[in-house]
């Protein structure tokens, strides 16, 4: 009996895809980002929940090779495989930052609007929480042209150069800059096409997949058991749902950005 198995016998099967208070669980998923490194293996993992995949009904026969069992009528992740492939991809993350490259991060997923932006922040890479644009890649000179107009307005706005505009103009300036800061704040990091893209549901956001796809973009991805793991070039086999899943990986990925960026200015110090 492997060590996943031992663990999901002693009563993982109960707490399969339970009801999570939404609010909790995320409030403190966000303390996680922020608190002390957590490490990357297969007990955390499982603490984790990464191993809950979907419903035997629902899932893609290409996942076949990452899925560890059933449980009651769900269908349990292979971790050791998700942390072959974890370790695969955060090494290219990895090298990928320590030269000077940029990873976009993508979730419209609603639980994970907040996590996305934290971690986003905490690694001062761009980002998308809302919708994704259709041509963010593809027609990146327009999305990008939209993105300087957010900030030479906001700039202008605060520099008081609209002072001889009427109030109810001022006003109207102001719900237009929200809106765009709405769909584009998180771009603002974003001065040319990124060289990867981090989805955290690869089904969800196949739109940005594709975009990447045509420009070259390289494409990490959580791949749950009801996706298409051929679709990304660095699949990492995982739950896509849960809040604590997804807090997990966001922290391991910020801790390895943080760690690369440090070793980048390091060693520029040194020559």
Known sequence: MSKQETKISMGDEASLKKEENQKTIEEDSLQTLKQEPVELSLEEMLKAGLHFGHKKARWNPKMKNYIFGLRQGVHIINL???????????????????????ILIVSTKKQAKNLVSSAAQATAMPY??????????????????????????QSALEMGK??????????????ELEKLEEKMGGLVQMKKIPEAIFVLDVKKEIAAIKEARKKGVKIIGIVDTNADPSLVDFPIPANDDSISSLSYILKILTQTIVAAKKKKSQASLEK
């Open 80 to 102: 050791e495989k998700t942390l072959e492939c974890f370790k695969k991809a955060l090494d290219y993350i990895e090298n990928l930052v320590a030269s000077g490259g940029q």
């Open 128 to 153: 998308v929480n809302q919708r994704w644009l259709g041509g963010t890649f593809t027609n990146f000179k327009d999305i990008a042209g939209r993105v300087s107009y957010l900030l030479n307005t």
């Open 162 to 175: 609209f002072a001889d505009l009427t109030k109810l103009e001022r006003l109207r300036i102001k719900k």
